[in-house]
């Protein structure tokens, strides 16, 4: 069964190694590759948001769940980062910076049991293009919470700090709007 504690405890062992992230990247694997055990612990997602599971000055690790539908605009994180899907799908633009500002360079679309690592220059945008919630545990590589770092305006793509205020936002409009549709739509 997964445990979130040895989870944990598991990321932090890797701490000492020259390159955590590749052996988080490994334990990750094995451990979505049971996702039905990660969604007994963790609950089956039914409600967008970023729970915490650990976080530490050195390392923070997350349980996200995305939303239907929902979109995150780009942002960066400055600090490497494993992500793992129990559930559903999550879909990465890349972008990187320009003297005309942020240029998409591709994406990665993440599916239940895949497991991937962003290097910590890396900014993307995130979103759930699925009729299902996705639940996803991310790993960083320092603290998610206190980090200075950018985010882009969804429409104008204008660069300013990141506030996970505005992050927080968009879970809670996102819900409200599947939340309508569920109740416009009742299946
Ligand atoms: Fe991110």
Same mark, same amino acid.
């Given at each position: 069964?997964?445990?979130?504690?040895?989870?944990?405890?598991?990321?932090?062992?890797?701490?000492?190694?020259?390159?955590?992230?590749?052996?988080?990247?490994?334990?990750?694997?094995? =451990?979505?590759?049971?996702?039905?055990?990660?969604?007994?612990?963790?609950?089956?997602?039914?409600?967008?948001?970023?729970?915490?599971?650990?976080?530490?000055?050195?390392? =923070?690790?997350?349980?996200?769940?995305?939303?239907?539908?929902?979109?995150?605009?780009?942002?960066?994180?400055?600090?490497?980062?494993?992500?793992?899907?129990?559930?559903?799908?999550?879909?990465?633009?890349?972008?990187?910076? =320009?003297?005309?500002?942020?240029?998409?360079?591709?994406?990665?679309?993440?599916?239940?049991?895949?497991?991937?690592?962003?290097?910590?220059?890396?900014?993307?945008?995130?979103?759930?293009?699925?009729?299902?919630? =996705?639940?996803?545990?991310?790993?960083?590589?320092?603290?998610?919470?206190?980090?200075?770092?950018?985010?882009?305006?969804?429409?104008?793509?204008?660069?300013?700090?990141?506030?996970?205020?505005?992050?927080?936002?968009?879970?809670?409009?996102?819900?409200?709007?599947?939340?309508?549709?569920?109740?416009?739509?009742?299946?």
């Amino acid at each position: 069964m997964f445990d979130t504690q040895e989870f944990v405890a598991s990321c932090r062992a890797t701490l000492t190694e020259s390159v955590p992230q590749l052996a988080i990247k490994e334990l990750m694997l094995r =451990t979505v590759e049971r996702p039905a055990e990660v969604e007994a612990a963790l609950g089956t997602p039914a409600v967008g948001g970023i729970e915490p599971l650990h976080h530490s000055p050195e390392l =923070t690790v997350l349980n996200i769940i995305w939303t239907p539908g929902m979109s995150l605009s780009p942002h960066d994180h400055r600090m490497w980062v494993v992500i793992g899907l129990y559930g559903g799908q999550e879909d990465n633009r890349f972008y990187r910076r =320009t003297p005309q500002g942020l240029a998409a360079v591709g994406g990665k679309e993440l599916r239940i049991e895949d497991a991937v690592v962003l290097g910590e220059d890396v900014i993307h945008a995130v979103s759930n293009p699925g009729r299902t919630f =996705t639940g996803a545990i991310h790993v960083y590589g320092g603290d998610f919470f206190a980090a200075k770092r950018s985010e882009w305006d969804p429409v104008t793509l204008e660069e300013r700090p990141w506030d996970i205020a505005n992050t927080r936002r968009v879970f809670t409009d996102a819900n409200e709007r599947y939340a309508a549709e569920r109740a416009d739509r009742p299946s």
